[in-house]
């Protein structure tokens, strides 16, 4: 069985830069249509639109709606590269309209980017990832006494191994096109039959050969007591887990949760020895209200943790949306947490509407800016206003995400392809290892 990294949290359960993020009330202000401070000057700004469906064809036609801090409206069209630009005043927001034949109806993917800049050359939309399956890479590795099973890493997620008596263990490794490595640090944990861990092998370096073959001689070594301890663990978390992956976040994990939350929590988990281990923290409030913090550290890390309320970005509850001020509501709840700047804020609604005819259109709108913030959806023009969500439409499902980055300097540098940020720093496969998540129910587009 193939495994994935997003999985972790719920199946074991059934700084950057820093900068006042808000009061600890629980709301924050609307997002600023403009940097505070910053000189009202123009420049250029430029957009290349995606087919939201993910073939990674440029979105001709689509309609680009620019507002300038002081209300004025600049509306465009793509060309066939998709492209489109508009010369308008600094902190204009942008948004974008790809509709798309439906089911029983359109779909209508909006974008909106807020705090633009003059050179700003932003993509909305992203290829989806290739997973094309290249082949299979088979590796054969020696028994253990007394597995039942082992789990082995791929680069592409990792996989369990029946033991069979009599028999070497062997299994074939999916290589896809999005996740195929030249070379790969190959982890091989035997476990017993409740899945505690017996032993492991680690061959770093092993270079990869799609349909190829490769025998791990072993032997197999002892295993590594990971120590983990938070510090200022506030009440309001009811769940804390850390989970310790091989070699990295998509591979062989063994995890701790903690039976009772104190203001110093303790964790311990044993797993495979490694050059190279990755370890998640994943703070809960509710089911649906999570932090995840997640590092690379040294294979031989035994001693890890650190004070929880220096790394918490603040909690997302669900999203609300106000008809009438055309308001996407964010509450948040700053107890326990940092004040850290976030890099790239996303949040967003998913609505329908049924016409006399029984036509239902569905509505995605998806927003990005810097700050956690509520939001007020942009003006649009007369013939496009019929968008905006109304009264009678069926609200559906919400969301928000935040996220926090070691390398990247700020939101100037992801709001230039904010649909790819969201997904390579708050998926499966992260772009930066060391990177904080704060979410609820992640909203994805259509």
């Known amino acids: 069985m193939l495994c994935s990294t997003s999985r972790v949290w719920f199946a074991l359960l059934c700084c950057a830069a820093c900068g006042k993020v808000g009061s600890s009330s629980g709301q924050l202000p609307d997002a600023a249509a403009g940097g505070a401070g910053d000189e009202q000057t123009r420049g250029t700004v430029h957009v290349t639109v995606l087919d939201p469906a993910g073939t990674g064809n440029p979105a001709s036609n689509a309609d680009v709606v620019f507002v300038d801090p002081g209300g004025a409206v600049h509306r465009v069209k793509t060309d066939l590269a998709g492209k489109a630009s508009a010369e308008v005043a600094i902190g204009a927001s942008l948004t974008t309209v790809v509709m798309t ?43 253990l006494a007394n597995a039942a099973f082992y789990s082995v890493s791929s680069p592409c997620g990792s996989l369990s191994v029946q033991a069979t008596a009599g028999a070497a263990p062997s299994a074939g490794l999916p290589m896809l096109a999005e996740c195929k ?56 978390i009811t769940k804390l887990q850390v989970a310790r992956f091989l070699p990295d976040e998509n591979g ?17 988990v044993t797993g495979g020895a490694a050059a190279k281990a990755h370890i998640l923290t994943t703070a809960g409030k509710s089911l649906t209200t999570t932090q995840l913090i997640h590092q690379d550290v040294p294979g031989n890390t035994v001693t890890y ?49 049924t016409d006399a005819n029984n036509t239902t259109a569905a509505f995605a709108w998806t927003v990005y800016g810097a700050s956690i913030a509520d939001v007020t959806l942009p003006a649009l023009p007369d013939d ?27 939101y100037d540098t992801v709001r230039q392809a904010p649909t790819a940020a969201i997904f390579n720093y708050t998926g499966g496969r992260l772009a930066d290892p060391n990177v904080r998540i704060t979410r609820n129910v992640i909203f994805r587009p259509l």
């Open 101 to 143: 034949a439906g089911g029983n109806g359109p779909q209508y993917q909006l974008y909106t980017v807020l705090d633009t800049r003059p050179d700003d050359d932003i993509t909305l939309g992203m290829k989806s990832a290739d997973t094309t399956t290249l082949g299979t890479f088979s590796i054969s590795f020696p028994a």
């Open 181 to 236: 490595q030249d070379t790969m640090e190959l982890v091989i944990v035997a476990r017993d039959g409740n899945g505690a861990p017996l032993g492991s092998i680690d061959v770093p370096d092993v270079k990869v050969k799609i349909n190829g073959t490769f025998a791990v001689s072993g032997p197999y070594q002892g295993l590594v007591s990971l120590n983990a301890s938070y510090a200022n663990v506030n009440p309001v």
């Open 252 to 268: 062989v994990v063994d995890a701790a949760l903690a039976s009772s939350i104190n203001p110093t929590t303790v964790l311990g």
């Open 305 to 353: 943790g650190f004070d929880l309320s220096t790394k918490l970005l603040p909690w997302l509850a669900l999203p609300t949306y106000d008809v009438d001020a055309h308001k996407i509501i964010v509450p948040i709840d700053t107890t326990g947490t940092s004040h850290d700047a976030t890099d790239l804020f996303q949040t967003g609604i998913r609505y329908s509407r």
């Open 384 to 410: 496009l206003a019929a968008l905006l969500p109304i009264g009678s439409d069926s609200l559906g499902t919400s969301g928000a995400v935040a996220f926090d980055a070691a390398s990247v300097p700020g």
